[in-house]
Structure formats: structure tokens, C-alpha cells
Antibody, heavy 120, light 108 residues
Framework: EVQLVESGGGLVQPGGSLRLSCAAS????????LSWVRQVPGEGLEWVAN????????IYVDSVKDRFTISRDNAKNSLYLHMSSLRAEDTAVYFC?????????????WGHGTLVTVSS | SYVLTQPPSLSVAPGKTARMTCGGD??????VQWYQQRPGQAPVLLIY???DRPSGIPERFSGSNSGNTATLTLSRVEAGDEADYYC???????????FGGGTKLTVL
């Protein structure tokens, strides 16, 4: 059974930092591109960032560029999102997701999400 | 940036067919994916590459894509199909992933 399990969410003050983790099992981790997708409660899905199988390529939505960093450790089957200079509008449930290739595939696997709340 | 437009809501009686649309400029030239998200749960991939179904997805779900509109068709709607449905494409100009705003399907 494929499992993606996020952790690291919580309450953080504006301007603060947080690191999210996503632990994978049941898949050949290094074969997949990985993403973070977020969702403000009650609203739609917003893609945040992608990272290639070997970690050599990353890309971000404009609103988080230069503030968030996506990374992965294939030896630990883990994905990370380091978030800094957090803003109230970053408050959301953050999902990790896996897909085999860009442009013609979808997100095959999703975690259950972890809630990040940015508030003073 | 590329924009996908979905009607916010759709209501369908049980046993009928639900057609959910996703509009975008020349979307017919892109690969469209569809997801179902039930309340409190993670999204589930229903359709990829316009019309392909992952294993385990019922044949009641089908997809099409042409011109400026992609469509997810759900046949013989059941109460358990109540959920939010999202379309998704890749913007090949920016390598960004784009989601539509979602359609909330209500089964009457």
C-alpha cells in the first residue's frame, strides 16, 4: 500500500519559518517527481512546488519563490518543504503528492495533508 | 498565466449523468487531469491524459477534451459521488501546474 505521510505543520507567527516533511512508503520513491500542493480550508487546490526525481530541478509558484525551498532525500524516502518569511496567506493544508512525469500525467499519490496556520 | 475555469457547482439527480466542464484557452492542446476530493480527504486522481483512467477508477468516470473545453462525465450518479472535482493541466510555457477552481457536485 502506498503511503505519503506529512508532518511538521502547526501554528507559526508571521515572518517565521517552518519545515514540512513527507515520508513515503510503498513506492519506488526515486522514480517519482514530487510536489507540494496547498489548500486553504474551504477553498481550491493550489500547486506550490515540484522537484525532479534526482533533485536537480525545482520550480515554484511565484507567490512562494525565494521564500520556500523544496528538497528531497531519496535515501530516506522523504520530501521536505522549508518555508520562511511566512505570511497569513500561506495558511493552508499542505499536501505532498507524487507523479511519474510532467506534462502528461497526474498526481497519482497524495498524502493526507498537514495544516499550517500563520497567525500572531 | 494560464487560467482554468470551472462552474462552482452542479446538481444532479441519482442515476443521471453529470457533466463537469473545465474551460481554458486552447485547452484541447493540453493534457487534462481530473481529481475528486471528498470533504476532509486528499484528492484522488480520476482521469489523466484527457481520458485515461488509473486502475481502480470506475468506468462511470470518463473524460474528453477539445477546443477550449475539457469535460469530466460521470454516469449513473450515486450519493457517494458528492465531492469537489478539480481539473488540472501543465502550463508548458512556465512548467507550472495549474488547477481549476473546482466544481462542487451535489446529488439531489
Amino acid at each position: 500500500e502506498v503511503q505519503l505521510v506529512e508532518s511538521g505543520g502547526g501554528l507559526v507567527q508571521p515572518g517565521g519559518s517552518l519545515r514540512l516533511s513527507c515520508a513515503a512508503s510503498g513506492i519506488t520513491f526515486r522514480d517519482f517527481w514530487l510536489s507540494w500542493v496547498r489548500q486553504v480550508p474551504g477553498e481550491g487546490l493550489e500547486w506550490v512546488a515540484n522537484i525532479k526525481q534526482d533533485g536537480t530541478e525545482t520550480i515554484y509558484v511565484d507567490s512562494v519563490k525565494d521564500r520556500f525551498t523544496i528538497s528531497r532525500d531519496n535515501a530516506k524516502n522523504s520530501l521536505y518543504l522549508h518555508m520562511s518569511s511566512l505570511r497569513a496567506e500561506d495558511t493552508a493544508v499542505y499536501f505532498c503528492a507524487a507523479f511519474p512525469r510532467p506534462y502528461s500525467s497526474g498526481f497519482d499519490y497524495w498524502g493526507h495533508g498537514t495544516l499550517v496556520t500563520v497567525s500572531s | 498565466s494560464y487560467v482554468l475555469t470551472q462552474p462552482p457547482s452542479l446538481s444532479v439527480a441519482p442515476g443521471k449523468t453529470a457533466r463537469m466542464t473545465c474551460g481554458g484557452d486552447s485547452i484541447g492542446t493540453k493534457s487534462v487531469q481530473w481529481y475528486q476530493q471528498r470533504p476532509g480527504q486528499a484528492p484522488v486522481l480520476l482521469i489523466y491524459y484527457d481520458s485515461d483512467r488509473p486502475s481502480g477508477i470506475p468506468e462511470r468516470f470518463s473524460g474528453s477534451n477539445s477546443g477550449n473545453t475539457a469535460t469530466l462525465t460521470l454516469s449513473r450518479v450515486e450519493a457517494g459521488d458528492e465531492a469537489d472535482y478539480y481539473c488540472q493541466v501543465w502550463d508548458v510555457n512556465t512548467d507550472h501546474v495549474i488547477f481549476g477552481g473546482g466544481t462542487k457536485l451535489t446529488v439531489l
